[in-house]
């Protein structure tokens, strides 16, 4: 069992920047990648980015790409969530998660391990 928390969100004006960090504990780390996915008020949660275990291979929505950066620190069982640029249109819950599968992968049903979500609020 592995338990997630995330935290680092706030408020924050138009093009501005927040880092969202996510502490794992229990058992074990995340033994593949890791996800960042975020839902906003009467939305589907969506992927925003993935990190596999080695931080080889990142991976963005288009939404964020270049804007976001997504890294790890196995060491600390930590992984952390670089926002720049931010707009109104990135405001929501943002949930880190383990991903179930060794492969890259954005989607949802391929994670396990939620954290319980921290908001982000961009204002115009």
């Known amino acids: 069992q592995v338990q997630l928390v995330e935290s680092g969100g706030g408020l924050v004006q138009t093009g501005g920047s927040l880092r969202l960090s996510c502490v794992a504990s229990?058992?074990?780390?995340?033994?593949?990648?890791m996800g960042w996915f975020r839902q906003a008020p009467g939305k589907e949660r969506e992927f925003v980015a993935t990190i596999s275990r080695d931080s080889r291979t990142p991976y963005y929505s288009d939404s964020v790409k270049g804007r976001f950066t997504i890294s790890r620190d196995n060491a600390e069982n930590t992984v952390y969530l670089q926002m720049n640029s931010l707009t109104p249109e990135d405001s929501a819950v943002y949930y880190c998660a383990c991903a179930a599968v060794s492969w890259p992968t954005t989607t949802r049903a391929t994670y396990k391990y939620w954290g319980q979500g921290t908001q982000v609020t961009v204002s115009s």
């Open positions: 229990g058992r074990a780390f995340c033994t593949y990648g």
